[in-house]
């Protein structure tokens, strides 16, 4: 009733994605600026994407550039929401990427819900955008799975040199292959100082453990397989790497050994070409653009080292860190803020089982903290008509209150002419819990004691409907305060204002159950 695993889990991921895109774009654009330093630089940046791809949570700062996107929020598990986790049960779903005309374009295309509609179409479109997403992983893990498996028959009949390096005529490039202990391939065909310049370049991958970083970002890539700016991000990445390594090699050489180092990987592409065996193996690629890297590099000095770095380390505590929220203020004088009350009065439905405006009118209502809507079922075969509201709770060990779910109640029954009885039920975070840690109920009857009278007469304008509010949001007070507001408060015309004292016997009965 909650909703599937896996639905879940792509709502984060997309979330998640969103993010790493930002993160992306000002990596690509620091990439740009630092083309002249080492490209270890450059190297190191994209750490800062793959942080934001397999994390879903991070610390704030009031330093971090996320915060110059247009209404980024952060939720109670530290997680950036620009698509919200419930989005499927919306009655107007809406995102908030940071950018207006992102937006205008997406949310014009997201389905509403349909009115008598048992399931809203937003909630189809994300369990089959979920099941293809897990579909697209299982494709990707399964062709690295198996080429590895491939890669490993082949290289089986290898001759062991020495240390760990060895050499098979069954491949075409060298690389670096496995994980815990990982091992030097090298065709047979390299030689001399040409098989120096290699083997130095593979053992750097191996001392950076270049060959546990690439399994983990190519996981990365799995999992947001979908963007293709991720796509971008492991090219990009693979190819830093390699020539960070060349570059190293390249600064340990003597005079004269860059063109020997150059024209080894050369020989390499003049070589018929062998497609890559693995992408979790390291092999020869981007030799044009490594070799001209080669040949034009030199090795900065340590001035332009050290601010390399210092701006590497700022960029990655600004892109890393997710900023922080606003304060929310309150103005103890009115409660009406907490609702959008020309919203509220636009879903005034005479009918409970209009599913969209019902549906509206429940994701208008404040939650306690700690507590997110989940569904709802509408009782509407026979009277007495009914809505049904569903929760979880972020954490088991929360105390909930009933005192807001009371005020949201009393609202409904203004808005929603012929409903009778609002429940609101509420399930456990960890989903082995049996029973429900709390279920609040009422009815109409309920309501009007509270007002003394018809409570859908306060729906009729938006001044009234912001005089209902300020009764309910004295629900769970102190009493003597209530009584003293209701007494000052015009909720009826003068010939019927007489009915005003009648309601403090019965919100004392309500907020004392």
Same mark, same amino acid.
């Given at each position: 009733?909650?909703?599937?695993?896996?639905?879940?889990?792509?709502? +984060?991921?997309?979330?998640?994605?969103?993010?790493?895109?930002?993160?992306?774009?000002?990596?690509?654009?620091?990439?740009?600026?630092?083309?002249?330093?080492?490209?270890?630089?450059?190297?190191?940046?994209?750490?800062?994407?793959?942080?934001?791809?397999?994390?879903?949570?991070?610390?704030?700062?009031? $330093?971090?550039?996320?915060?110059?996107?247009?209404?980024?929020?952060?939720?109670?598990?530290?997680?950036?929401?620009?698509?919200?986790?419930?989005?499927?049960?919306?009655?107007?779903?809406?995102?908030? =990427?940071?950018?207006?005309?992102?937006?205008?374009?997406? &949310?014009?295309?997201?389905? *509403?819900?349909?009115?008598?509609?048992?399931?809203?179409?937003?909630?189809?479109?994300?369990?089959?955008?979920?099941?293809?997403?897990?579909?697209?992983?299982?494709?990707?893990?399964?062709? *690295?799975?198996?080429?590895?498996?491939?890669?490993?028959?082949?290289?089986?009949?290898?001759?062991?040199?020495?240390? &760990?390096?060895?050499?098979?005529?069954?491949?075409? +490039?060298?690389?670096?292959?496995?994980?815990?202990?990982?091992?030097? /391939?090298?065709?047979?065909?390299? =030689?001399?100082?040409?098989?120096?310049?290699?083997?130095? %370049?593979?053992?750097?991958?191996?001392?950076?453990?270049?060959?546990?970083?690439?399994?983990? @970002?190519?996981?990365?890539?799995?999992? %947001?397989?979908?963007?293709?700016?991720?796509?971008?991000?492991?090219?990009?990445?693979?190819?830093?790497?390699?020539?960070?390594?060349?570059?190293?090699?390249?600064?340990?050489?003597?005079?004269?050994?860059?063109?020997?180092?150059?024209?080894?990987?050369?020989?390499?592409?003049?070589?018929?070409?062998?497609?890559?065996?693995?992408?979790?193996?390291?092999?020869?690629?981007?030799?044009?653009?490594?070799?001209?890297?080669?040949?034009?590099?030199?090795?900065?000095?340590?001035?332009?080292?050290?601010?390399?770095?210092?701006?590497?380390?700022?960029?990655?505590?600004?892109?890393?860190?997710?900023?922080?929220?606003?304060?929310?203020?309150?103005?103890?004088?009115?409660?009406?803020?907490?609702? &959008?009350?020309?919203?509220?009065?636009?879903?005034?439905?005479? /009918?409970?089982?209009?599913?969209?405006?019902?549906?509206?009118?429940? &994701?208008?209502?404040?939650?306690?903290?700690?507590?997110?809507?989940?569904?709802?079922?509408?009782?509407?075969?026979?009277?007495?008509?009914?809505?049904?509201?569903?929760?979880?709770?972020?954490?088991?060990?929360?105390?909930?209150?009933?005192?807001?779910?009371?005020?949201?109640?009393?609202?409904?029954? *203004?808005?929603?002419?012929?409903?009778?009885?609002?429940? %609101?039920?509420?399930?456990? %975070?960890?989903?082995?819990?049996?029973?429900?840690? $709390?279920?609040?109920?009422? +009815?109409?009857?309920? @309501?009007?004691?509270?007002?003394?009278?018809?409570?859908?007469?306060?729906?009729?304008?938006?001044?009234?409907?912001?005089?209902?509010?300020?009764?309910?949001?004295?629900l769970g007070s102190d009493t003597t305060q209530a009584q003293a507001t209701l007494k000052g408060l015009e909720l009826y015309p003068l010939s019927e204002r007489t009915m005003v004292i009648s309601p403090i016997a019965a919100l004392r009965h309500l907020t004392d159950r």
């Amino acid at each position: 009733m909650m909703g599937l695993f896996y639905e879940d889990a792509f709502m +984060t991921v997309l979330n998640m994605s969103v993010t790493a895109s930002y993160v992306t774009l000002a990596v690509l654009a620091a990439r740009f600026f630092l083309r002249k330093a080492p490209k270890l630089f450059s190297y190191a940046l994209w750490s800062i994407v793959l942080f934001r791809l397999i994390c879903p949570v991070s610390f704030s700062s009031g $330093f971090s550039l996320l915060g110059l996107i247009g209404s980024y929020q952060v939720d109670n598990t530290f997680s950036a929401q620009y698509i919200p986790r419930k989005i499927g049960l919306m009655a107007v779903p809406q995102v908030n =990427t940071g950018i207006d005309s992102v937006n205008a374009g997406i &949310n014009a295309a997201l389905p *509403a819900a349909t009115p008598y509609a048992s399931i809203n179409p937003m909630q189809v479109w994300i369990s089959l955008a979920g099941l293809i997403w897990l579909a697209g992983m299982v494709v990707l893990l399964g062709y *690295a799975i198996l080429s590895y498996q491939r890669l490993v028959s082949r290289i089986s009949t290898a001759t062991w040199v020495e240390d &760990n390096i060895y050499e098979t005529d069954l491949i075409q +490039t060298p690389f670096v292959c496995g994980f815990i202990k990982p091992r030097i /391939y090298l065709p047979l065909r390299i =030689t001399g100082r040409e098989r120096e310049y290699i083997l130095r %370049h593979e053992q750097i991958h191996i001392k950076r453990l270049d060959y546990l970083i690439k399994p983990i @970002a190519y996981f990365a890539l799995v999992i %947001h397989w979908f963007n293709p700016l991720i796509w971008l991000c492991f090219s990009l990445f693979s190819k830093d790497m390699e020539m960070s390594c060349d570059e190293r090699v390249v600064e340990t050489a003597e005079t004269g050994e860059v063109v020997n180092y150059s024209s080894s990987l050369l020989a390499l592409a003049a070589q018929k070409k062998m497609p890559s065996p693995t992408p979790l193996a390291f092999g020869e690629s981007n030799v044009k653009a490594r070799i001209k890297n080669i040949l034009s590099y030199r090795k900065p000095p340590y001035w332009a080292l050290s601010v390399s770095l210092i701006a590497v380390l700022i960029l990655a505590v600004l892109l890393a860190s997710n900023p922080m929220n606003e304060p929310q203020t309150s103005s103890p004088q009115s409660a009406a803020s907490l609702y &959008n009350v020309e919203y509220l009065l636009n879903n005034k439905t005479s /009918y409970v089982g209009n599913n969209s405006k019902v549906g509206a009118l429940l &994701n208008e209502m404040p939650l306690p903290e700690g507590i997110t809507r989940g569904n709802f079922v509408l009782s509407t075969d026979n009277p007495p008509y009914g809505l049904t509201s569903y929760y979880e709770l972020e954490d088991d060990s929360l105390q909930v209150s009933e005192d807001q779910f009371l005020r949201n109640s009393i609202l409904l029954f *203004a808005l929603i002419d012929n409903l009778d009885q609002v429940t %609101h039920t509420g399930f456990w %975070h960890n989903k082995l819990l049996s029973s429900t840690p $709390f279920q609040f109920s009422y +009815t109409r009857a309920d @309501a009007e004691r509270v007002v003394g009278g018809d409570v859908r007469q306060f729906a009729k304008d938006p001044e009234s409907l912001e005089e209902l509010i300020e009764v309910v949001k004295l629900l769970g007070s102190d009493t003597t305060q209530a009584q003293a507001t209701l007494k000052g408060l015009e909720l009826y015309p003068l010939s019927e204002r007489t009915m005003v004292i009648s309601p403090i016997a019965a919100l004392r009965h309500l907020t004392d159950r």
